[in-house]
């Protein structure tokens, strides 16, 4: 099995794989702080209550945009499956991410992620938008090759702003309008 584990700002999505199967899938609050064996005891908890066995790992990926986590989560994965860890960036995905930018490392994990799964699933030229904590944008070219995009504030932390920076402003809920023209301030 492969264990794939997305750490975002928010949130973690741990998956597992048996070939091209999706197993079993957790989203997680992501704890800047957690150490290793915090880390462990989780993921060993979320596979035991799905019936999985940790022996049964053979490899993990991992994509972070959370650095102060990355070796912390790597390590818990070695010390509970004995597996190595590929960390995705631009340098690791070398033969799957080509990018036409000055300096790829700077790259997130996500975004070098987001490039290689929507170029091998639709082909290129390719735009791919991703709704977290940051709402990024990038643009892969007709050739395949990362050419760059946006990283602007994601939905939650939009309302957030509007709502703590604006004296008549409540803060509201995401949820999907009734109607896309608002009448009132709420709606709006």
Request: net charge negative; proline share 4%.
């Amino acid at each position: 099995m492969l264990l794939a584990i997305d750490i975002g700002n928010t949130h973690t999505v741990i998956g597992v794989y048996a070939g091209d199967s999706l197993r079993a899938m957790w989203r997680i609050a992501t704890n800047r702080k957690a150490a290793a064996d915090e880390l462990r005891i989780v993921f060993s908890t979320l596979f035991s209550l799905e019936g999985l066995d940790l022996s049964q790992v053979r490899a993990s990926a991992v994509a972070s945009v959370v650095p102060q986590l990355t070796k912390a989560w790597m390590q818990a994965i070695k010390d509970a499956t004995g597996a190595l860890s590929l960390v995705c960036n631009a340098e690791t995905a070398a033969g799957l991410f080509d990018a036409d930018y000055p300096n790829p490392r700077e790259i997130g994990a996500d975004r070098v992620a987001d490039a290689v799964a929507a170029r091998a699933l639709y082909g290129a030229p390719v735009v791919v938008v991703d709704f977290g904590t940051a709402t990024t944008l990038s643009v892969i070219d007709s050739q395949g090759r990362y050419r760059g995009g946006m990283i602007m504030p994601g939905l939650r932390l939009a309302v957030e702003a509007l709502s703590s920076r604006t004296a008549q402003l409540p803060h509201v809920e995401l949820q999907a309008p009734a109607h896309v023209i608002g009448t009132n301030t709420i709606d709006c």
